[in-house]
């Protein structure tokens, strides 16, 4: 049974690919979504595996490493006890979308920022202070002195009242101060759920890649095919769950000493999803220990 969560945010660097596999629109290879709510996600056993796999090196005692992780069988591949640490999906919690003003702006809505609340509460965090009244379709929620009006892509919305969302979230997002920070504080819109979704399936980055065959140098037959990422500036937020070590002797002591553990080897930057042979899928981690 996991005893203690923690929260953990994941920040696009470069575009991520966190793969669905095959489509069955106008896109090969679409990202993840949640089945309900059609949002970006990426799954819990993708986060834990790209970890598993970027943290092994770190650790000296293995037996603190196939604690938080889990054993593997050598011959099988199958586990041979169970992990202390599990993953959640990971959710959005910002997203970013070109803006008439300020270059871009982050998006998010009620649901995620109360599902962000429920997941903070969950790690022993003090809640976000949200919002009274939440905004229509047409509407938004700025940050003080944003304006009386927000362009995003080719649509108009209309401030609805100011929040205080951006300023108590910057300095968790970005714990060094600067330009990112900065403009966080003045570019975190909440939008309405339905308008977040709209935003989240239509500005999505979308490339198209070729193979070209080295004999003829022209693209290959039937190898020509579009893929869909997460841009750059996307912010994500997962629960970290763990349990009491199911190995005594491993040198953990208990679901609190794996968390440490955990955070105190958490990389400061990990490739997750699809094409790291083409510089995708790097983000930043920011473990959340500590109310800011």
């Not at 037996?63 to 599990?86: C, I, M, P, R, Y």
């Not at 970013?96 to 998010?108: M, R």
């Amino acid at each position: 049974m996991y005893e203690h969560a923690a929260l953990i945010l994941l920040y696009a660097e470069e575009p991520v690919h966190p793969g669905a596999g095959g489509g069955i629109g106008a896109i090969d290879l679409p990202v993840q979504r949640e089945v309900h709510t059609n949002l970006p996600i990426m799954y819990g056993s993708g986060l834990k595996g790209s970890l598993k796999a970027r943290m092994k090196s770190a650790f000296t005692e293995s037996a603190q490493f196939e604690a938080l992780f889990g054993k593997e069988e050598e011959t099988t591949g199958v586990e041979d006890h169970n992990s202390a640490l599990s993953f959640t999906d990971a959710n959005l919690l910002a997203f970013p979308v070109k803006a008439a003003s300020g270059l871009f702006a982050w998006l998010t809505s009620p649901r995620q920022l109360t599902l962000f609340n429920t997941v903070r509460q969950h790690a022993g965090l003090p809640a976000l202070p949200l919002p009274a009244n939440w905004p229509g379709d047409e509407q938004c929620l700025t940050p003080p002195g944003y304006g009386h009006e927000a362009i995003l892509e080719h649509f108009c919305f209309t401030r609805l009242a100011d929040h205080a969302v951006a300023t108590a979230l910057a300095p968790v997002v970005f714990p060094e101060a600067g330009w990112h920070r900065e403009h966080f504080t003045r570019a975190l819109l909440i939008v309405s759920d339905d308008t977040f979704e709209y935003f989240t399936t239509k500005s999505t980055e979308i490339r198209t890649r070729v193979r070209i065959d080295d004999a003829t140098g022209v693209v290959a037959d039937g190898a020509l095919w579009i893929e869909e990422y997460l841009p750059v500036d996307t912010i994500l937020f997962a629960s970290v769950l763990a349990a009491r070590p199911s190995r005594p002797e491993c040198g953990v002591a208990d679901a609190q000493a794996a968390l440490t553990l955990f955070s105190t080897h958490c990389p400061a930057l990990a490739q997750f999803g699809g094409n790291e042979t083409v510089g995708k899928g790097f983000m930043r981690l920011i473990p959340v220990t500590e109310a800011h």
